[in-house]
């Protein structure tokens, strides 16, 4: 039986410059599950993929970050990119709304580039992860363990490394976000404080 995601609403964390697949095909597995997915972001109406070096499509902002409590969802998704983490971890409201995903045992999907932001919120320290393969020496400096698989799963976070990772990514991801609360996520975030 495929799990559901009835009821369960997701953020999808995005700045301009995310990779657009990592945001689309996602975005569809989890509302072909079920899910509500909401774009929250820096930008007001509008943010802007990018098809690896190529400007992509425009997608609707359905909450600025500013105003996004991250009570209101059940999980959260990280897509890559170079700028969009970039971004995002320069932003303290970014930062804090990933915080607030572990520090209430709540699921998070990370692709490519997207765990920088869980770097820069402190929250990868004992955790075992994957990444697009550069950064693998910031991951390992901030004391997670960083290994080249398609996907790694590790008590409601999921990580994968490029977008030919989707398929699995996706699989995991749907996985863990139908599990709900994991208590290994809070751990993380009390590591961080």
Do not use: Y
């Amino acid at each position: 039986m495929k799990p559901t995601l009835n009821g369960k609403k997701v953020a999808i964390l995005i700045a301009d410059g995310f990779e657009q697949v990592e945001m689309t095909e996602p975005r569809k597995a989890l509302q072909d599950a079920g899910a509500v997915t909401q774009i929250v972001s820096p930008n007001d109406r509008k943010v802007k993929g990018w098809n690896h070096d190529k400007e992509g499509d425009a997608f609707d902002v359905d909450i600025k970050i500013e105003d996004a409590e991250a009570d209101d969802f059940d999980a959260l998704l990280l897509p890559g990119g170079v700028m969009n983490p970039d971004t995002l971890r320069t932003i303290p409201e970014a930062v804090e709304f990933v915080r607030h995903f572990f520090e209430e045992g709540k699921p998070v999907a990370a692709i490519c580039h997207g765990p920088q932001l869980l770097i820069e919120a402190g929250v990868v320290k004992g955790r075992k992860l994957t990444s697009f393969p550069s950064l693998k020496t910031d991951l390992t400096n901030a004391d997670a363990t960083w290994t080249d698989e398609v996907v790694v799963t590790d008590n409601g976070l999921v990580t994968s490394r490029k977008p030919s990772d989707i398929p699995d990514f996706n699989k995991k991801m749907i996985e863990e976000f139908a599990e709900g609360f994991h208590v290994v996520q809070q751990e993380s975030a009390a590591v961080a404080r």
